[in-house]
């Protein structure tokens, strides 16, 4: 039974199942959703809660009045259908008030609104229970470094996300700050383009232990990369705070297909090692239904994420409980001579011996591994074979 439910921490944003499908090439092909109706669907269908930039929910021209009243309902709604909002962002990047970017912009005034802008959709995301707060620098870019030096812009960068974590701590809002990197879309480049970037990135800031990871698939993989390992490193490194799951395609414009649609082996490996991990955040969707969908699809689209992803869970559990594939994993982690312990730390006396040693290099070099074996019998539990 791959049913939903709350515990198993699905989220969704609102601008994903409420995407329209306007594209660079063609217009809105579904009505909008309201974010209370999207509330109901998604409580229905077993998702854990929803989360949102300010202007999914409140419209950039609101009165202080109309934002207040439909904070209201909103909260109503999150209260009848028993959802929680679990993390908040801020649109610094569809206003054309932000088209050289807002953090980075060349104009301090644009800098200083998109401070504003943050500062009260914190204010926002801290009155809805957001526990975390992601910052995607999508138009924190260029598309000619004659416009900018990359320098002075991560100079600016850090100038703001210094500023933001003083601000929330004045406010004792206590958010977990997830920076989330793409190397490009929509600006021909984006700073910080790729997980290792953001880590170095984070090093850098007043208060590093306030910051960490929202690192996409999706993103990882334009840029072509293994997003096991990035999603590895983050974990590694004690920074993986918030993860938006999707589908996408190598090489491609940004697709943000349904979760698990591109790439099953990968998406196998993300899921176990998620699951392995101890990560207790959400497991959080940032994806659209595809552009020829009418309103039941998107909700076909919403459960086939859920549902490929505890398929995925179950996969992962068949693979740990294979005597074959744990017989061959557990050979090749054998240390019958215990030489892993000389390697584990310096010491001199470690160092000698491992000097000492003889190696038989063309005995070594001989060696099989069963990589294709091991490969093989991975997809055929995949596949449902097995
Ligand atoms: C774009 C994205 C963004 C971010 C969001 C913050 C609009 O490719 O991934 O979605 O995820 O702004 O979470
Ligand atoms: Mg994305
Ligand atoms: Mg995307
Ligand atoms: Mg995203």
Redesign the pocket.
């Known amino acids: 039974d791959y049913t939903p439910q709350k515990h198993h921490k699905f989220t969704f944003?609102l601008?994903t199942v409420g995407n329209v499908g306007r594209d660079p090439f063609g217009n809105a092909v579904r009505e909008p959703l309201a974010p209370t109706y999207i509330v109901k669907k998604l409580s229905e269908l077993g998702a854990y809660g929803v989360n949102l930039?300010d202007n999914d929910l409140v419209p950039i021209d609101a009165t202080a009045a109309e934002r207040d009243r439909i904070v209201a309902e909103f909260k109503k709604a999150l209260d009848d259908y028993g959802m929680r909002v679990p993390m908040a962002?801020t649109n610094l990047f569809y206003d054309p008030v932000f088209k050289d970017g807002a953090f980075t912009s060349n104009d301090p005034k644009v800098r200083a609104y998109a401070l504003q802008k943050t500062m009260r959709a914190m204010d926002l995301g801290a009155e809805l229970g957001a526990e975390v707060y992601?910052f995607?620098g999508?138009r924190e870019g260029v598309e000619t470094d004659a416009s900018k030096d990359p320098r002075e812009a991560l100079k600016r960068y850090r100038e703001c996300l210094n500023f933001l974590a003083e601000y929330d701590i004045e406010k004792g809002y206590n958010f977990k700050f997830a920076i989330?990197p793409?190397p490009n879309e929509p600006r021909g480049d984006i700073y910080l383009p790729v997980v290792g970037a953001a880590l170095g990135f984070i090093a850098t800031l007043n208060r590093p232990e306030k910051f960490g990871l929202?690192p996409?698939y999706a993103?990882e993989t334009m840029a072509g990369l293994n997003f096991v390992h990035a999603v590895a490193q983050a974990i590694d490194a004690g920074k993986l705070f918030h993860i938006?799951l999707n589908g996408q395609k190598i090489g491609r414009y940004?697709q943000d297909y349904r979760f698990g649609a591109e790439d099953l082996k990968t998406n196998f490996f993300l899921v176990k090692l998620l699951e392995e991990s101890g990560y207790e955040g959400m497991r959080h969707f940032?994806a659209h239904a595809y552009r020829t969908e009418d309103e039941e699809g998107v909700w076909d689209f919403a459960r086939g994420c859920m549902r490929t992803y505890l398929i995925l869970k179950e996969k992962a559990e068949r693979f740990n409980a294979d005597p074959e594939i744990q017989g061959l994993l557990h050979e090749l982690n054998t240390d019958s001579e215990g030489i892993g312990g000389l390697i584990r730390s310096y010491s001199p006396s470690n160092a000698q011996r491992i000097m000492e040693m003889q190696f038989d290099r063309a005995a070594l070099g001989k060696r099989g591994y069963a990589y294709e074996k091991l490969d093989q019998l991975t997809m055929e539990i995949l596949l449902g074979v097995r």
């Open positions: 944003g601008w930039h962002t992601v995607w999508g989330e793409k929202n996409e993103h938006d940004d940032d």
